[in-house]
């Protein structure tokens, strides 16, 4: 079902959880929702679900109000951080208990019951664990089966709360496309809440990365990495090299190099410019351009090998090569410097009214 | 458990002595008077012991300890549950006052607890003119021994279940709820199974604590022989009678109760490890 989110506010005693959140989801649309933690994804989870209620804003279902409803009118499925299986249940009556507490009216018989939890252990791929409790199942089994049991009421909306948090990293990777296999199948419509960019650029169609109770930018995970809306979006998505900059042009020029700014256009200023180390070029030896730096460090053994270097102002930076063309680079030798794309951060020193660079400042 | 893992077979002098003197100890101030207890009520012959409940007086102090922790524990059940249920789910002004006044009765001098319900409800208390009018007797009947023994035993359920509910969380209630579950239904399928033996444990105590009262109840009861004396006041009466071997049949009756009960928790603190290390 379509989502329609509208200037959601919320507010925890005088801290703006939620500051005009507005976000929307097409019909079988996986979303996830990716901000460090305090910017308020957990709690547009807890106003989806039911738990919370917002001071403004509103929610619709394909048009209908979803705010009305109570968290048991809902049909939501809601995946727990830690899970929140019934431990005194089996897994097969843990699945099975949505549609148990139903009215007798609505309930569907026992054997289509049975049935169903039986699908589920099996698109879940837990078929045989049914007769087993909780405890006696690892993280991944688990996880599983919260979100068997969450689709066994058939949601119109399901919600999942950092649910690879709690998983070691091998079986969080093997979850993560079981997630998504398991969403294709079951074609509802899907947020998930992350503060692992990586998680959330593989899994999503759609990505809003939240920061301060608001939505920075909402788009899919080629768009954000192509044209990040704000310095805050393209430092959360990866990793960034800082230094002091100017923007015009299009263009942010450091200290002696300058690449294409890929932030908002006609923008003019000092500040900081940011780059990362996947977009940073390292050449030797006669008629390379760019930066004069000294390598100080080279890491890495597969394809790809991890530079640092030092240009003459003191600033390091890092660089990601392939291993192909690392060559001749070697620490202690000089090399020479070139960025591909890079975001000017004018925003600090614009407030501040300040004409002169920003400090150097030692930075990884 | 970590405190499994560190316990080790006793070795050295040390250890030893302090194993000994504890266990000393325990067989001076529990064991022996226990023991004096049953000694001294088949000191005549189990014959005599037996006849000493064929007692009327004994039989209806019997009944009335029964009747007053058949209405008192069930309460004080229902009570713990609820006061645990909203002190580890929510956030309210006077939680934190709630939580101490719970805890009053443990300080508390079971005296004053059988004295309050006097002054509130005794012939001279506050509203004792308006219950006289009314026909309603509440000290030196049946509803004050049993307002005195649920005072006194207000804290034990709930003790049992605050710090299990916070440890639990409240996610797996609130999944019940978005899985479509009402209150009651969440109450009865996932709320009380997670806390049944931090439950039972509290009723099992509530239950000992309600049975042997002796201080409250002294306060409320008036001491009307076959009438308003439950067993741990027929003890004292009928000690102070001279009969001896009535009193210890009776002490008999309640320490095997305390024996009883502490058998019952023992078997359902197994359980309930069992349960948690499979």
């Excluded at chain 1, 704000?230 to 263009?251: A, I, K, T, Y």
């Excluded at chain 2, 209630?173 to 239904?185: C, D, F, H, I, Q």
């Excluded at chain 2, 039972?200 to 002796?214: I, P, Q, S, W």
Aim: charged share 20%; hydrophobic share 50%.
């Amino acid at each position: 079902m379509a989502l329609t989110i509208d200037k959601i506010f919320k507010q925890y005693g005088r801290y703006p959880a939620l500051a005009g959140v507005s976000l929307e989801a097409r019909d079988g649309e996986f979303v996830a929702l990716l901000g460090p933690s305090g910017s308020g994804k957990t709690t547009l989870l807890r106003v989806l679900a039911g738990l919370d209620r917002p001071e403004h804003g509103g929610v619709f279902l394909d048009g209908a109000d979803f705010l009305s409803l109570s968290p048991r009118e809902r049909r939501v499925g809601l995946v727990f951080q830690q899970y929140a299986l019934f431990r005194h249940m089996s897994v097969a009556r843990n699945i099975a208990f949505g549609l148990e507490v139903r009215p007798r009216a609505a309930r569907p018989p026992r054997p289509e019951i049975k049935a169903r939890v039986e699908a589920l252990l099996a698109l879940t791929r837990i078929e045989g664990l049914g007769e087993r409790y909780p405890e006696q199942l690892s993280g991944g089994q688990r996880q599983r089966v919260a979100v068997a049991r969450a689709l066994a009421v058939e949601p119109r909306l399901l919600l999942l709360d950092e649910p690879f948090g709690a998983l070691d990293a091998k079986v969080r990777n093997e979850l993560r496309a079981e997630l998504r296999r398991i969403h294709d199948a079951a074609g509802v419509t899907t947020l998930l809440v992350t503060h692992d960019q990586e998680e959330a650029m593989a899994l999503a169609d759609r990505v809003a990365v939240m920061n301060h109770g608001r939505v920075e930018q909402f788009g899919t995970p080629e768009e954000l990495e192509a044209g990040p809306a704000s310095p805050f979006v393209f430092e959360f998505l990866g990793e960034v090299n800082r230094g002091p900059c100017v923007v015009s042009d299009g263009m942010v020029r450091f200290d002696g190099f300058s690449a294409p700014d890929i932030g908002p256009p006609n923008r003019v200023g000092v500040g900081e410019g940011l780059f990362r180390p996947s977009d940073t070029h390292l050449a030797a030896g006669p008629g390379a351009e760019g930066l004069p730096v000294r390598l100080i460090g080279i890491a890495g053994r597969g394809a790809i090998r991890r530079i640092d270097c030092q240009a003459v102002s003191g600033l390091v930076f890092a660089a990601e090569m392939p291993e192909h063309l690392c060559g001749a680079l070697a620490v202690g030798e000089r090399a020479r410097l070139t960025v591909r794309r890079a975001m000017g951060d004018i925003a600090k020193a614009a407030a501040t009214q300040a004409v002169t660079p920003a400090p150097l400042r030692e930075t990884a | 458990m970590i405190a499994g893992a560190v316990r080790r077979p006793l070795s050295g002098p040390g250890p030893w002595l302090l194993a000994a003197g504890a266990l000393a100890w325990l067989a001076l101030v529990i064991g022996a008077p226990l023991a004096v207890v049953f000694a001294q009520a088949v000191a005549k012959g189990v014959g005599p012991f037996l006849d000493a409940f064929k007692d009327p007086d004994c039989q209806a102090a019997i009944r009335l300890t029964l009747l007053v922790a058949a209405i008192a524990v069930p309460l004080n059940a229902a009570f713990g549950l609820a006061a645990a249920w909203s002190i580890a789910r929510f956030e309210f002004r006077g939680r934190a006052f709630l939580l101490t006044l719970i805890d009053l009765p443990l300080s508390l001098s079971p005296v004053i607890s059988g004295l309050v319900w006097v002054l509130l409800f005794g012939s001279r208390g506050w509203f004792g003119p308006e219950l006289d009018a009314a026909g309603i007797k509440i000290v030196f009947a049946l509803p004050g021994l049993v307002l005195g023994t649920i005072l006194v035993t207000v804290p034990l359920v709930a003790r049992q279940l605050i710090p299990l509910m916070i440890e639990q969380g409240a996610d797996e209630e609130l999944a019940a709820v978005t899985l479509g579950s009402g209150g009651w239904t969440m109450l009865r399928k996932v709320t009380l199974p997670n806390v049944r033996y931090a439950l039972l444990h509290g009723v099992l105590l509530t239950n000992a604590r309600a049975m042997g009262e002796f201080g409250a109840v002294s306060v409320l009861s008036g001491h009307i022989r076959g009438l308003t004396e439950t067993l741990p006041l027929h003890v004292e009466a009928v000690y102070n009678d001279y009969d001896f071997v009535g009193a210890f049949a009776a002490a008999s009756l309640l320490a095997g109760l305390a024996i009883v009960t502490l058998i019952a928790k023992a078997a359902l603190e197994r359980t309930a490890m069992a349960r948690t290390a499979s």
